[in-house]
């Protein structure tokens, strides 16, 4: 299937345990994830079980939050970053702004590391 025939196809729903295998992330993840407002498109096809229909869409979202997640960010600044890409996805999000502000704080962070560890190292030398 070319690319023209995948845009006009309408995105495919899955339930969790095929998102769960696609994301290498487990169910319980995916449930607390949904808790937190992370995923979208979620939907209950029938109102006689408790399945969900996840949208392709949770796909990305995943592995942008476990992309994240490499650089410290926390859930909460994942869906700050989330919500503000939903907002304008023909938009670039700022996200060197807010790469920006985790480095910072990291810096911060070993900085005060630092001073920690050569006031530990004061201590055991005495």
């Given at each position: 299937m070319d690319y023209s025939q995948?845009?006009?196809?309408?995105?495919?729903k899955m339930k969790i345990g095929e998102l769960s295998k696609q994301?290498?992330?487990s169910r319980d993840t995916i449930r607390f994830y949904e808790n937190k407002d992370l995923l979208t498109d979620?939907?209950?096809?029938?109102?006689?079980?408790?399945y969900k229909?996840?949208?392709e869409n949770n796909v990305k979202r995943i592995q942008i939050i476990k992309y994240l997640q490499r650089f410290s960010f926390t859930l909460s600044e994942?869906?700050?970053?989330?919500?503000?890409?939903?907002a304008s996805p023909n938009?670039?999000?700022d996200k060197n702004s807010a790469f920006k502000k985790k480095l910072e704080l990291i810096e911060k962070q070993i900085?005060?590391?630092k001073q920690t560890?050569?006031?530990?190292i004061a201590l055991v030398e005495e």
């Open positions: 995948r845009s006009n196809k309408k995105l495919e994301t290498k992330v979620i939907s209950r096809p029938y109102e006689w079980n408790n229909d996840y949208g994942c869906k700050v970053l989330l919500d503000e890409r939903d938009n670039c999000v900085s005060e590391l560890r050569d006031a530990l």
